[in-house]
């Protein structure tokens, strides 16, 4: 068995099983970790697009059952830090061995390890299953120590509350980007009635929308 096939049983499943009784196709999770500088065809974007849209359906999902008095806002707001692009970094990062990702590229950027999760998700999904993504999806996202972490730094909600009390329009204007594709900057203006408050940037647009916020709270609190 290879260092690969070990990883992956240790790593993600954790099945009470004999060894001998895994019959999962090796070729589909070493897609999965192959980002598209190194290889054009054979990469983990169809992966990665499929995992996305298993991701938000799950976590939708579990939100939903979980939380049966809570409104909708409360919800969307709930499921948006869940499947933000900064948390699946964080936790693409915790679970995915560096040694497994494929990539030409000079340094291995957060957002090639959140796209490669979602494209694991993709590929536990196709060869095993959807009970086991749910699974993994609940103890390894929904479930991940940063959650809590990233609801408490959700400056955009913290700054919107303040807005709307004082009947305020706000306003995230992008005005660059940087960089290749990926490991891209996003650049970010944050208005209030029109008057320029902040500016910030970030790896993602919504990360770089929150930077904005986190420095705008400091002129409204």
Not at 193 to 212: C, H, P, T, V, Y
Request: with cysteine; glycine share 4%; proline share 0%.
């Amino acid at each position: 068995m290879t260092f690969f096939s070990r990883y992956l049983i240790k790593s993600f499943f954790r099945l009470k099983k004999k060894k001998s009784r895994f019959n999962y196709r090796e070729e589909i999770y070493k897609t999965a970790f192959q980002h598209k500088s190194y290889c054009k065809t054979n990469n983990n974007e169809r992966l990665e697009f499929l995992g996305d849209a298993i991701l938000c359906f799950v976590v939708s999902e579990y939100i939903y059952d979980e939380n049966k008095t809570q409104k909708e806002g409360y919800l969307s707001k709930k499921r948006a830090v869940i499947v933000a692009r900064k948390h699946l970094n964080m936790v693409g990062k915790r679970v995915i061995n560096k040694e497994l990702l494929k990539t030409k590229t000079e340094t291995i950027s957060d957002n090639i390890y959140g796209n490669a999760l979602e494209a694991l998700i993709g590929a536990i999904y196709i060869e095993r299953g959807i009970k086991e993504v749910k699974q993994f999806i609940i103890d390894k996202i929904i479930n991940s120590e940063f959650v809590d972490e990233l609801i408490n730094t959700d400056y955009k909600s913290n700054l919107q509350k303040i807005i709307q009390k004082n009947q305020n329009d706000i306003k995230y204007n992008l005005t660059n980007t940087k960089g290749p594709e990926h490991d891209k900057e996003f650049y970010v203006t944050l208005f209030i009635d029109n008057k320029q408050i902040s500016r910030a940037k970030g790896r993602s647009l919504k990360e770089a929308e929150q930077n904005a916020a986190k420095k705008a709270l400091k002129s409204v609190s």
